[in-house]
């Protein structure tokens, strides 16, 4: 007996063990790339396009190109014409290692060696930046000598990039726009699937089975398919009545309806474990279905209705295809996803803006999910047990 409890002990403690590795492990897998992004973010531009995030906290070595000084800041000295400067922006931003005057050869000449570029012209770099280029014929030209070097750069850090997205025109207005589209289309569907799901679970009324049916086949119909042949019967409803296509309250009934098959299977799976005595008991009290629903069933459901919010806001807040299709891409109505788009079609190559804008598209959400995360497990497990 105690060597079997022993047996039952160690296989208990590796099934924990098991358990927790694994979760540590999915944990990983969908925070690394959020904090990859994160510091992508913040990091200096140039140095997103010449190493990876992970490489954010160490100096990096960068190749680049850049001109000295003009014909016109020569100097004559000793018989020879000299231009002197600093090929950085910010003297001592970096450390320069190597250079050339030719891109097959950027690299060519060790720092502080003094080039010879023929026909008596040389050219020296120093680590800190600073040159000495001189001729013994006098410099021609507007433009100066082109040269490449490797410089080592400590990493660096900046708020400028969510500066320049959100001082973005009309980025304000968008984010608005958003909330807008994205609280009403996720109450609205809680509202009416809580109903719709205590009718499913504890009410008997004939097609009952039938409903249920055509629920969760509706799960499977693709948002695609759909999209289309609903906005024309939105706009053929809005003629006949004199309302507008482009409106708020066309892309609220959008959401609302794809939204709520999985809103009422949700609920109602979980409203159907919730105990039958308590529904015999407040029945036998005098209680109407009303004040059941209100008074019993809508409080004990707060996990589950928490857990769908969550899905929908998610959902809603990150759409682009619905909001495109129901409220246009004009300035007045244009979602944040929208803007960012938009923003990232005119500066696609600016890999700044494209992880700093996916940040600034999460941070709602991830403020909603924590603040209901609590509930949110309870709710989904909760909804997989099965009422009589």
């Known amino acids: 007996m105690a060597q079997a409890s022993g047996n039952s002990a160690g296989k208990s403690s590796f099934g924990r063990w098991g358990v927790h590795l694994a979760v540590l492990f999915f944990v990983a897998i969908w925070t690394i790339p959020t904090l990859g992004i994160l510091v992508t973010s913040l990091r200096d531009k140039d140095q997103i396009i010449t190493s990876g995030w992970w490489n954010s906290f160490f100096s990096s070595s960068q190749t680049q190109a850049g001109r000295l000084g003009a014909a016109a800041g020569q100097q004559e000295r000793d018989g020879k014409f000299v231009i002197e400067g600093n090929i950085f922006e910010t003297p001592g931003a970096s450390t320069v290692s190597a250079f050339g005057t030719r891109s097959a050869a950027p690299t060519q000449y060790p720092a502080g060696t003094a080039a010879d570029l023929g026909d008596g012209e040389t050219l020296q770099v120093n680590a800190d930046g600073s040159y000495i280029h001189s001729s013994t014929k006098k410099f021609e030209g507007e433009r100066g000598q082109r040269v490449y070097y490797s410089s080592t750069v400590p990493p660096k850090f900046t708020t400028e990039n969510y500066y320049n997205v959100l001082t973005s025109e009309n980025v304000g207005r968008s984010f608005l726009n958003s909330l807008t589209v994205t609280i009403p289309a996720t109450i609205i569907p809680i509202m009416i699937a809580a109903f719709a799901a205590y009718a499913l679970a504890w009410m008997r009324f004939p097609g009952r089975a039938i409903l249920i049916a055509v629920i969760i086949g509706l799960l499977v119909v693709p948002l695609q398919m ?163």
Do not use: C
Not at 275 to 304: C, N, Q, T, W
Not at 350 to 370: G, K, M, N, Q, R
């Open 226 to 388: 759909a999209l289309i042949p609903l906005l024309e019967m939105y706009n053929g409803v809005g003629n006949l009545f004199g309302v507008p296509s482009k409106t708020y309250l066309g892309i609220w009934l959008a959401h609302t309806g794809f939204g709520l098959p999985f809103a009422i299977y949700l609920l109602r799976s979980y409203m159907a474990g919730l105990p039958r005595e308590l529904m015999e008991s407040a029945r036998i009290d005098g209680a109407s279905d009303f004040e059941i629903f209100m008074k019993i069933v809508l409080p004990l459901s707060f996990p589950v209705l928490a857990s769908f919010a969550i899905f929908q806001f998610l959902w809603v807040w990150n759409d682009l295809l619905v909001a495109m299709v129901f409220l246009g891409t004009d300035q007045e109505h244009l979602v944040l996803t929208g803007r960012l788009n938009a923003l990232l079609g005119s500066r696609g190559g600016d890999w700044e803006i494209l992880t700093t804008s996916a940040f600034i598209t999460i941070i709602l959400p991830l403020i909603v999910f924590f603040s209901l995360q609590r509930y949110f497990v309870r709710g989904l497990l909760a909804g997989s047990v099965k009422g009589g």
